[in-house]
């Protein structure tokens, strides 16, 4: 097997998809996010933007390539796929879609289903400036590294708030990447890479579905 196979065999592993089916989500705005990874020289790395500072929600943060659910959309993964090309050009069929996971409630009370995928590692950005400042990748096993880990002993959808400084080498710029980004982005790491970081996730790998269905509960029984 293959990277791409083994890291693809990994998630399934983990998350069947349909975790959440049975679960009675009441009618709240949705939202989806995609979370883009690629190989590059034998390694997983992840695809994040920096908002327009324009913009009226978390300007000028890192996030992934993601929105509010239209009433066009077919379903979540949809939402996902139809934002990326939106915000970054990301054509839907150069997107090989892993699966869902499982979805979080963020501090506006949107129901976010973060989509992992798989896109090319040849993919060059095109961000609508109105909404999307800059395009970068990094290691994927950069969130599961104590050193660039600062958590905060914040509560929030996961646990501590997590929160990274990450310098991109090409550029010199440093990012911070935190929050619900962070939070979403050390739950791919550690679901593709199968390996646990050594500081606090929030969630059991033996059984994730687990955590994240109590955290969900925890966020409902306030909305
Ligand atoms: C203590 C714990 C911290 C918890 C909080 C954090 O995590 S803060 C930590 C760091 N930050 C993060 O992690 C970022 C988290 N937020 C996100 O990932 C994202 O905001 C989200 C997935 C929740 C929702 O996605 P978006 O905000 O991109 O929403 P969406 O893309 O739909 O719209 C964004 C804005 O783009 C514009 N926009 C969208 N579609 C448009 C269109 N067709 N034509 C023109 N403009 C458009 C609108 O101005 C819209 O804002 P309006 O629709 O408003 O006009
Ligand atoms: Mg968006």
Same mark, same amino acid.
């Given at each position: 097997m293959d990277l791409k196979e083994k890291t693809i065999a990994s998630f399934k592993k983990y998350v069947s998809g349909d975790e959440f089916?049975?679960?009675?989500?009441?009618?709240?705005?949705?939202?989806? =996010?995609?979370?883009?990874?690629?190989?590059?020289?034998?390694q997983l790395r992840l695809l994040l933007t920096v908002r327009s500072i324009h913009l009226k929600q978390h300007a000028g943060e890192v996030c992934f390539p993601g929105g509010k659910s239209e009433s066009?959309?077919?379903?979540? =993964?949809?939402?996902?796929?139809?934002?990326?090309?939106?915000?970054?050009?990301?054509?839907?069929?150069? =997107?090989?879609?892993?699966?869902?996971?499982?979805?979080?409630i963020n501090k506006t009370g949107l129901l976010i289903t973060p989509v992992v995928a798989f896109i090319e590692d040849s993919f060059k950005a095109s961000p609508n400036t109105d909404e999307v400042s800059e395009v970068f990748t990094l290691p994927l096993e950069f969130f599961t590294k104590e050193a660039d880990h600062s958590g905060y002993p914040v509560p929030s959808v996961f646990g501590p708030t997590h929160s990274f400084m990450y310098t991109d080498p090409s550029t010199g710029k440093i990012?911070?990447?935190?929050g619900l980004t962070a939070a979403l982005a050390i739950t791919a790491a550690v679901l593709a890479l199968g390996k646990k970081p050594?500081?606090?996730?929030?969630?059991?790998?033996?059984?994730?579905?687990?955590?994240?269905?109590?955290?969900?509960?925890?966020?409902?029984?306030?909305?």
């Open positions: 089916s049975q679960l009675k989500l009441p009618v709240i705005p949705k939202a989806s =996010v995609l979370i883009p990874l690629l190989v590059r020289d034998g066009g959309d077919r379903d979540e =993964v949809h939402t996902a796929l139809r934002e990326a090309e939106e915000e970054i050009g990301l054509p839907p069929d150069k =997107v090989e879609v892993i699966c869902k996971l499982f979805p979080v990012h911070q990447i935190w050594e500081f606090e996730i929030g969630f059991n790998l033996d059984n994730p579905a687990s955590g994240f269905k109590d955290i969900l509960n925890r966020k409902l029984s306030k909305l």
